[in-house]
Every structure is written in structure tokens, then in C-alpha cells.
């Protein structure tokens, strides 16, 4: 037993090291495949060159998709986190029957399929009579995004000292104005990790995009039809590699805005910890 224990340490520090190079090595190739001479994704390299960098501000439907995804995006992240900012503070701040069904209610995205996720919201948005464009995958990306929202700002609401709200309020300012003045800046990390993550999440979302879009593609969708085409190949790579490279910078201020956070209010619990 003492000879188990001995070694167990080693053994898990080994397995997590094979599982994080099953789960990363095939998005290593990505950046390494960009920068080839050839079309062909294989090794060894036929050269070295940026040349498929370059082309990418030279198509205009890449440009058009580009600027369809950040609307999306800074959309869909302004309405997810306001959404999640009253749904965090209701159930940390408030207790009434139904609060954890209402949570679970809340959270069931993260679990649901997300094509039958999709499916339904196409559904939903035939029968309500409106055209599918931009909008409706607003609508969708908010749905998806709000869970991410809502565990980010629970961490940042769940250990804040209700005291403040108190003595704000025995100082004669009101519950909006405490929320507003006292509350909110507390939370700010929170709120910024929110809007990042729920971007990100949205930049790179495809399943409900590729169901709700209309005639107005975003990235994902446009990378997914380029890949019909083998010439097309080498430029997906590249914006492959420049999208990883700006979900991996956002992800990580996320996560360091979501420590100072939960730094701020006592509190260590959330979607990263």
C-alpha cells in the first residue's frame, strides 16, 4: 500500500501529461500546417512561407464574415452578461422556492446536445415568423452563452460582503444606486471575464450558427464551406491559427479577470477553479 501511494503521484502527473498531448497535439499541427509552401497538409514541410497570412485581408467574403462574427459576438456578450448579472445576483443574493430548479433550468444547455439545441431553436424561430439572419443567431449564441455567464458571476457575487450593501443603504442611497455605485464595481473583474468568455465562446460557435444563419455568414460557417474546396485549404489553416491564437489571449485575461475577482470577494469557486 505505502508502495502504491509512493508511485500513484508520478503515475497521475504522467497520465495528465498523455492526456493533455492527445487533446493539444492535433491543434499544434494547425499553426505548423499554415505556414507551409504546399497545399497539402504534410510533413515533411515543403517550405516555409506566410503567403496564405497574407491573403486573408484580400477576400472580401472572409472580411464580411469576419465582422458578422464580432457583431455576433459583442452582442451576443453584452446580453448574456446582463442576463447572467440578474439571474448571478438573484440566486446568491435571494432564497425562494424553485431557486436551484430555476438554475438548473439555467444550466441545462451545457449538457443538452447542441444540435437538438439547434433544432429547436430553428423551430421556434419558424413559428414565430421570423426570417433567419444575424439576429436569430444573436438569439442562439445568447442561449448557449448564458450558462458560461452565470457560472463566471456566481463566483464573483457568491462572496460579496452584503455589508457594503448596507451600509450604502443606512447612508441614504437607494437599492439602484447601491447596485449601481457599490455592487457593480465590486464585481467588474467578474462582469469582464463574462463578456470575454461568452465572446469567445460565440466567435467560435458553429452548430447553432450554421442552423440560424441566413444568407450572412460568420466565421465558422465560412471556414466550414471553404472546406469544400482543396485549394482553399491552406488560407482555412491560417485563420484557423490566427482564431486559436485569439480565443487562447482571450480565454486566459478571462481567466486571470475571474481570479482577481474571486480574489476581491473571498472566493475561489467557478468555471476554471
Same mark, same amino acid.
Given at each position: 500500500m505505502t508502495a502504491i501511494r509512493r508511485y500513484l503521484p508520478s503515475w497521475l502527473s504522467s497520465y495528465a501529461a498523455l492526456y493533455i498531448l492527445f487533446l493539444y497535439l492535433p491543434v499544434i499541427f494547425l499553426p505548423i500546417f499554415s505556414i507551409n509552401t504546399a497545399a497539402t497538409p504534410k510533413f515533411p514541410l515543403s517550405g516555409v512561407t506566410l503567403h496564405w497570412y497574407e491573403d486573408l485581408?484580400? *477576400?472580401p467574403a =472572409?472580411?464580411?464574415a469576419t465582422w458578422n462574427s464580432l457583431l455576433v459576438g459583442v452582442s451576443a456578450s453584452i446580453l448574456s452578461t446582463v442576463l447572467g448579472i440578474l439571474a448571478a445576483r438573484s440566486i446568491t443574493r435571494y432564497r425562494y422556492p424553485g431557486r436551484r430548479t430555476i438554475n438548473g433550468l439555467i444550466m441545462a444547455p451545457l449538457? =443538452?446536445?447542441?444540435v437538438i439545441v439547434a433544432i429547436s431553436m430553428l423551430l421556434v424561430m419558424l413559428q414565430l415568423g421570423l426570417s433567419l439572419s444575424l439576429f436569430t443567431v444573436v438569439?442562439?449564441?445568447v442561449l448557449v452563452c448564458i450558462p458560461y455567464s452565470m *457560472?463566471? =458571476?456566481t463566483s464573483g457575487f457568491e462572496g460579496f460582503d452584503r455589508s457594503l450593501d448596507e451600509a450604502s443603504a443606512?447612508?441614504?442611497e437607494s437599492a439602484f444606486g447601491t447596485f449601481r455605485r457599490v455592487t457593480l464595481p465590486m464585481v467588474a473583474p467578474a462582469i469582464i471575464s463574462s463578456l470575454l468568455v461568452c465572446f469567445t465562446i460565440s466567435l467560435d460557435e458553429f452548430i447553432i450558427a450554421f442552423f440560424l444563419t441566413g444568407t450572412e455568414a460568420t466565421l465558422p460557417i465560412y471556414i466550414w464551406g471553404q472546406l469544400r474546396f482543396a485549394a482553399k485549404l491552406p488560407g482555412v489553416l491560417a485563420l484557423g491559427t490566427l482564431l486559436l491564437f485569439a480565443s487562447f489571449v482571450l480565454m486566459t485575461v478571462a481567466e486571470i479577470l475571474r481570479r482577481r475577482a474571486a480574489r476581491r470577494t473571498q472566493n475561489e469557486g467557478g468555471l476554471y477553479a
Open positions: 485581408p484580400r *477576400t =472572409l472580411i464580411d449538457v =443538452l446536445p447542441e438569439l442562439g449564441h *457560472t463566471v =458571476l443606512d447612508l441614504g
